[in-house]
Every structure is written in structure tokens, then in C-alpha cells.
């Protein structure tokens, strides 16, 4: 794949993140856990992670979170996301490098939807200046470990088609 190929693929998933994003936020979920999204972005960002590598998920996730702001406006919801975005990929780059004998990719999404999670609380403790914030981390933890399997077993699918058909489109280059 050369450089443009790279730039187009990675602006189509940048693009698929932000619609992702769009409808996760219209999704009704049952009022359980207020602030818990099904994390339909990390679909996204693991699958990038894994092809491409941290530096590339890293650009799509600051790109997404950008034009979400352009986009929907909410000055507020950017602080949550960058910070709980940019976290996430961190530690699961670090787990896909590290850790890919021990965990599957289910669990290193669940490792990242945790860190997403533990991010947002913080960010939200820190804005509020409320360290009790931190009791809702039990709750959203718990939450964590199914939206992260499930995100983790999409990206598995997903993460398969992809390098399928890159290699075919290598093949017919």
C-alpha cells in the first residue's frame, strides 16, 4: 500500500469513526448508568491499532474528536473525549504490543474501555472538583467489560476483512 493508499484508507476510517460516534449518541440506552455508550468508535480505533499501528490511531483519534467538535459544537464533551480518546489508545497499543500473548483482542479492547471509563471520571472529578466522582467507577467498570467484548469482537471481524482485502488490493497493484 503506498503513502496515498495509507492517507485515503486512514481519512475513510477517521470518517467511519465520526459516524460511528454520531449514532452511538443516538442510541437510547437504558438509563442504568448515566454517561455509558456502547464505545462504538474503538471498533474503529482498535482496528487501526492493530493495521496501522499506534501513531496512525493516535492521528485518528485526535482527528475524530476534532471534527466532532467542528462538527457538534460541545467544547465540554471535546475534553471528555480527547482526553479519555488519546488515553484509551495508549494502553491499548500498549496491549496489543505487549500483552497480544496473554490477551485477545476482546480483552485488550476491555482494557481500553476501562481506561476510557476511568478517563472520563477523572476528567469529570478534576472539572467538578469532586473526588467522589470516582464512586461511579465501579458501575461504568462493569459496563466496561461488556462493551468492550463486544467492540472487541467486532474489531476481530472487522480487523480480518480489512487486511484480507488490503492484501488483495496489494495483489492487484
Known amino acids: 500500500m503506498n ?4 492517507y485515503i484508507f486512514l481519512s475513510l476510517l477517521t470518517a467511519g469513526a465520526m459516524i460511528l460516534s ?22 474503529v480505533t482498535l482496528t487501526v491499532i492493530v493495521i496501522f499501528g499506534f501513531k496512525d490511531a493516535f492521528l485518528v483519534t485526535v482527528l475524530r474528536c476534532i471534527l466532532l467538535l467542528i462538527v457538534a459544537g460541545n467544547p465540554i464533551s ?33 482494557l481500553g474501555a476501562m481506561t476510557h471509563n476511568a478517563s472520563q471520571i477523572t476528567v469529570a472529578a478534576i ?16 459496563i466496561s467489560i461488556f462493551t468492550g467484548c463486544f467492540v472487541g469482537y467486532t474489531s476481530i471481524f472487522t480487523t480480518d476483512n480489512i487486511k484480507k482485502n488490503i492484501t488483495k488490493l496489494i495483489r492487484e497493484a
Not at 503513502?3 to 495509507?6: H, I, S
Not at 454520531?22 to 471498533?43: D, F, Q, R, V
Not at 472539572?127 to 462493569?142: A, D, G, H, K, V
Request: one cysteine or more; a positive charge.
Open 78 to 110: 471535546f475534553i471528555y473525549s480527547i482526553f479519555s480518546g488519546v488515553m484509551s489508545v495508549i494502553v491499548m497499543s500498549f496491549g496489543c504490543k505487549y500483552f497480544n500473548k496473554y490477551f485477545s483482542l476482546i480483552g485488550i479492547s476491555v
Open 127 to 142: 472539572m467538578f472538583e469532586n473526588i467522589m466522582m470516582y464512586t461511579y467507577l465501579p458501575i461504568m467498570s462493569l
Open 22 to 43: 454520531i449514532i452511538e449518541s443516538m442510541i437510547p440506552l437504558p438509563y442504568i448508568a448515566p454517561g455509558a455508550k456502547l464505545g462504538l468508535t474503538n471498533i
Open 3 to 6: 503513502k496515498l493508499q495509507r
